[in-house]
Structures are given as structure tokens and as C-alpha cells.
């Protein structure tokens, strides 16, 4: 009989696909609270892992000792030690194409909402000292203007065909997608970050995080003055004390910023001061429907696997498998 475990809260739809697992002779262990230890003590007994963002450390995995998968509930998994999984040969699926419509509409929005600084806008309404705000001409329109998408996996992608709609020039830099193929009928490839930078009027970001901050001062310098900037992507990808300059010298118009480089922010944060600033709780991928297609994939992808049907594509690590 399989053994289970799911950690963190789970839309629906998908607790009534456990309840049916269940029914059907699966083993079933949920813990809907959302940290390392409340779910690591059911671990060891494991067949399968469905995780949602808390951190599976490589401590967790040395207890493991049946577990052959784990099923990320989305397509990030930078809180996950992926060499401590790949030494023990267990599997690290992701759930596909499930959130990059909802990602892309999120970028699209903080991008409308930056270039007509919306945030300023409601607060010019809400205080009727501001309402000759409006004479400023902050206002800025998107059409016709260049589009800057770093990271050109399913959401930029999906980014480029939304940006068309408003007759917007997108060029976009993704290294690997130059070297291995570039998607058709969609945006112009950049080969140089720094270019893009100089060109863009709007920029919006897709890629995974790294060792250090892809943007930081160096390259807001180089950016075209009144940029306005989307990230949906994951924090520590922008130097945030770098933005919050920026942002207050002018020489960034306005950023939507959806993930942080602490989740939760401090309360020191310093882009929650900037009324050019439109923040949200890194939910660019929570839209009730996008949510239902992650529960569902995550837990039939951690099934599939001890099928032995899951789609190989799905599966980040599979040299580690072999």
C-alpha cells in the first residue's frame, strides 16, 4: 500500500481527490501546516512527498527512508535541496503548465498598474489634498513601448502574447532557450543583458533565483531612466535596497514586486514606504483556478510516479535517476 504524506494547505478539489486515494487503499498523511517541522516527522514512512513553498532541507530527506518522490505543488523549487535528493536518487517532479496564465496576467497587471501608477492614483481620490496630483502627467501609456521579458519560460511566454494586444516591442534574454532552440512567433531574443536594460521601457521577470541579486545597482545604472518593472518570478532576484533607490530617485517609474527576499517582508522593508510600489503576497500563481490545477497535478504527479506513468518531462532531475 503507498504511503502519502501532504504538506500544506490544499485547494478543494484536491483534498477530494485525497478522500478518493483514500477510499481506494492509499495511505494517506496531511499536514496543512506550512513549515519543515510539522511535516518531517511523518517523513521516514514516505513513499511520496506533495509540498507546497516550506523548505525541504537535507536533513529532512536523511530521515526519509522509503521516499522515492517529490511532488512539487508549482514549478519553483529553490526551497528544496535538490543534491541531498539527487545523492539519494529520489525524484523531483514539478506540476507543468499549471500557473504561467495566472503569472503572466500579474506581470500584465503590475506593468498597467506602474505605467498609470495606479497606487498614487487611489490615493489621490482618498485624500482630497492629492487630487491635484492628477495635473503631474505621472501617467504614462504602454502602447508601442518596449518590453524587456528575462526568463522566457510558459508565464514570459505568455507575457509576449498579452504585450502584443497593446502593440508593445518585446525582446526577450533567456541563455538557455537561445543555445537550445527559441520559441517561434513570439518575442525577439536579446543576447545581451545589458542591451536589454538600455532598451527596455517596461521590464518583467521570469527566471529563477540565483546566487546573487541579478539586478542590483550596477544594473539599475544601466537601465533606461522611468523603467517600470514587474517581478513575479522570486525574490532575491532584485537587490531591494537597490530598487527602493531607485525607485525614490525616479530613475525606476514605478515596480510591481510580488516575492520577496524574506517571506513574510520585515517590517523594515524599505519598498513599503514608496508610493510608487505595487506589492502583493506572492501570489502572482494563487488564482482559485490555477490553485485547483496545482493540487490536482501535484498529487496525481506523486501517484504517476509510483505508477511508473508520470510524463518524464516533469521530473528536474532525471540524470540523477539513471
Not at 477510499?23 to 509540498?51: C, K, N, R, W
Not at 516591442?169 to 512567433?185: C, E, F, I, K, S
Not at 516533469?314 to 540524470?319: D, G, K, Q
Request: hydrophobic fraction near 45%.
Amino acid at each position: 500500500m503507498p504511503r502519502l504524506l501532504v504538506a500544506g494547505k490544499l485547494h478543494p478539489s484536491g483534498v477530494a481527490r485525497l478522500e478518493q486515494l483514500s477510499a481506494e487503499g492509499v495511505d494517506i498523511t496531511h499536514v496543512q501546516e506550512i513549515s519543515e517541522p510539522s511535516y518531517a516527522p511523518y517523513i521516514d514512512e514516505a513513499d511520496a512527498l506533495v509540498i507546497r513553498t516550506q523548505p525541504l532541507s537535507a536533513e529532512t530527506i536523511a530521515k526519509a527512508k522509503r521516499l522515492k518522490v517529490v511532488s512539487r505543488h508549482g514549478v519553483g523549487y529553490d526551497a528544496v535541496d535538490l543534491q541531498a535528493l539527487n545523492s539519494r536518487k529520489i525524484a523531483l517532479a514539478v506540476a507543468g503548465d499549471v500557473n504561467s496564465i495566472s503569472v503572466a496576467e500579474h506581470a500584465m497587471m503590475q506593468l498597467l498598474a506602474g505605467a498609470k501608477q495606479a497606487i498614487r492614483a487611489d490615493r489621490a481620490v482618498r485624500n482630497p489634498d492629492d487630487w491635484g496630483w492628477r495635473n503631474r502627467l505621472e501617467q504614462r501609456e504602454i502602447f508601442g513601448k518596449n518590453l524587456f521579458i528575462i526568463g522566457f519560460g510558459r508565464a514570459g511566454q505568455r507575457l509576449a502574447k498579452m504585450a502584443s494586444g497593446f502593440d508593445m516591442q518585446v525582446r526577450a534574454y533567456d541563455p538557455y532557450l537561445q543555445a537550445n532552440g527559441w520559441p517561434t512567433d513570439t518575442a525577439e531574443p536579446e543576447a545581451s543583458l545589458k542591451e536589454g536594460l538600455a532598451w527596455a521601457d517596461y521590464l518583467s521577470l521570469h527566471l529563477p533565483r540565483g546566487d546573487k541579486p541579478l539586478l542590483a545597482e550596477p544594473e539599475f545604472a544601466a537601465m533606461k531612466p522611468g523603467i517600470v518593472i514587474a517581478n513575479t518570478a522570486r525574490g532575491g532576484i532584485i537587490c531591494e535596497k537597490a530598487l527602493a533607490s531607485a525607485l525614490a530617485s525616479g530613475r525606476v517609474h514605478a515596480a510591481g514586486i510580488d516575492v520577496f527576499e524574506t517571506e513574510p517582508p520585515t517590517p523594515d522593508l524599505p519598498l513599503a514606504d514608496l508610493s510608487n510600489t505595487i506589492l502583493s503576497p506572492h501570489t502572482a500563481g494563487l488564482t482559485e483556478e490555477a490553485s485547483e490545477r496545482m493540487a490536482l497535478a501535484s498529487i496525481e504527479n506523486a501517484m504517476n510516479y509510483l505508477n511508473q506513468t508520470i510524463d518524464p518531462a516533469l521530473i528536474v532531475n532525471r540524470n540523477a535517476l539513471t
